[in-house]
């Protein structure tokens, strides 16, 4: 699907070149960077480089062969999901400091509606704090360029931060590229012409079949559990119907490659790394990945395929880059927002979540409101949301002479009685924890700080689901889900492959010192030296 996709949309010029996977031309020593490509793939957990490394050919291949690599990364926070998790691979601060916490309290607002037609909710960075990796490179030269551009929303926002200008994310409503009204009044008429060619259309009524001989898959393709017991073997449908294509377009692996070719066309247009004596840079967020673990889960024969097809489009996005600009004076970063766990339903033997259980607080929550309520406390002053018990208003729960600590005492005991719940941790007593051994009580104080409104977060066993869950998720402080690559490639890089432990705040001021520029702020993460070539 790959060389079609972007041939469909006026690239296969530009893809006329040497084989995917030839050998990479030798940075030149010395030479300053001048595109920086940041690559973030949403839901790649730590483990699937290894996994797939043998059948793996292309992008993800000459990335990991040749760069600096870390399968040990990690996302260090709890509630590992998509917008805590891009709001610190390019601020190099944890989510306690970005303010960024979940998806629901991310980046969507009535108050920044989108272009062209899109109906979505709109989306600005208005919830973002600080400043992100091209804040510090436009402070050391104003005339740096960048362009940013997703599947989803939070993808494409939360790398760049406050900045208002190139970003770019997919409205399936609309069949488009959209942004919003934070960032322009129009789309630019570049963006209007790669619209207007329409490449997903091509796609009505033809099928997601394997790439691969099906012998060549290990994971079983008759699994009721996954995609909620619908549409669980290959080959996978597209609608016949253009427009029901392009609502569904982000469920196929090909919308990375259209992703791909919406940035490369945008590498063309805005001229982003083509002047020797500046540095730009281009942020991707693929998001199929996610959208594909969540429909089918990672043990799955589609998540296999789809990996294999990421390693394709991401080779094929290269060579073209590489025709366009000089590769070795490109420098390239890639990582996750957040790993994966199985449903707890599917025991293949690749993960040891064998004694996971589905979870329900629910009726110790309404339990928890009626109580409340019965004692005059207004149901506005607290919330129970993704296993955290947060107070806004304690106010209303002295006039009411109600204890807010007693509560949260009580809910924790309550809590720690139901099978599945590993653990309930009042923020206060975490901040007495060894941050340095407890890993569990350091990624949720890297989300929420002690004394905030966050009171209680509840950790269920690790591979346990909430019951109400029907689909393969994420979201808890375990490694499972907080496991990610961590990979440098290119120009100022050191190559090499290291076993310890890193994490995606790391990224940004490693990506700093290679680019000689200043972090603006305080930093959560620290210098990666031994992905710096000397000289940097």
């Known amino acids: 699907m790959t060389r079609s996709v972007l041939s469909a949309l006026g690239l296969a010029g530009v893809l006329a070149l040497a084989p995917t996977g030839a050998p990479a031309q030798r940075p030149a020593t010395g030479a300053k960077p001048t595109l920086v490509v940041f690559i973030t793939v949403d839901q790649m957990r730590g483990d699937y480089l290894a996994r797939f490394r043998s059948q793996l050919t292309s992008g993800l291949k000459r990335l990991a062969s040749g760069g600096a690599v870390w399968a040990n990364g990690f996302q260090d926070h709890a509630i590992t999901e998509t917008a805590p998790g891009h709001s610190t691979v390019m601020s190099g601060r944890h989510p306690v400091h970005t303010g960024i916490s979940a998806n629901s309290q991310g980046v969507n607002t009535s108050a920044a509606p989108l272009l062209g037609g899109a109906t979505e909710t709109g989306a600005s960075p208005f919830r973002f704090r600080g400043t992100n990796l091209i804040d510090w490179m436009r402070a050391a030269d104003s005339s740096t360029r960048y362009l940013s551009v997703s599947r989803k929303d939070r993808g494409a926002i939360l790398p760049i931060g406050h900045s208002r200008g190139d970003v770019y994310w997919w409205s399936g409503s609309a069949g488009i590229f959209t942004t919003s009204r ?68 982000a469920n196929y692996p090909v919308m990375d490659s259209l992703t791909l070719a919406f940035a490369l066309r945008g590498v063309q247009e805005k001229g982003l790394g083509a002047d020797g004596a500046r540095t730009d840079l281009l942020a991707v967020s693929l998001s199929t990945t996610d959208a594909v673990g969540h429909k089918y889960g990672p043990d799955s024969r589609e998540l296999h395929d789809q990996i294999l097809r990421l390693d394709r489009y991401l080779g094929a996005f290269l060579d073209s880059l590489f025709k366009l600009r000089d590769q070795r004076r490109i420098l390239i970063a890639l990582t996750g927002d957040h790993g994966v766990t199985p449903l707890p339903e599917i025991h293949t033997g690749r993960y040891p979540n064998k004694n996971a259980k589905r979870v329900n607080l629910d009726p110790l929550v309404k339990h928890l409101q009626s109580s409340l309520t019965a004692a005059g406390v207004d149901r506005s002053a607290w919330l129970f949301d993704d296993g955290v018990f947060s107070v806004f208003k304690e106010a209303a729960f002295d006039s009411a002479k109600v204890s807010a600590d007693s509560v949260t005492k009580a809910l924790a005991a309550a809590a720690l009685k139901i099978p599945g719940v590993w653990r309930a941790d009042r923020f206060a007593d975490l901040a007495k924890a060894n941050l340095a051994k407890d890993k569990i009580a350091r990624r949720w104080l890297n989300l929420f700080a002690a004394g905030s409104t966050a009171r209680l977060a509840i950790t269920l066993t690790p591979y346990s689901y909430w019951e109400a869950t029907t689909y393969a998720t994420h979201g808890m402080p375990h490694d499972s889900d907080a496991q990610v690559p961590v990979i440098f490639w290119g120009a100022g890089v050191r190559a090499g492959v290291h076993a310890d432990t890193v994490r995606t705040v790391d990224i940004a001021p490693t990506l700093a010192v290679i680019l000689g520029v200043r972090p603006t702020e305080k930093l959560d993460g620290v210098v990666l030296t031994k992905a710096v070539r000397a000289g940097r």
Do not use: I
């Open 182 to 249: 934070y960032y322009a009044d129009t789309l630019p008429a570049w963006v209007q012409r790669f619209n207007a060619e329409r490449g997903y259309a091509a796609y009505a009524g033809k099928a997601w079949n394997l790439l691969l001989p099906a012998n060549r898959y290990v994971e079983e393709d008759t699994v009721w559990e996954e995609s909620d017991g619908q549409d669980f073997l290959f080959p996978h449908q597209f609608p016949t119907d253009t427009a029901a294509v392009a609502k569904g377009f």
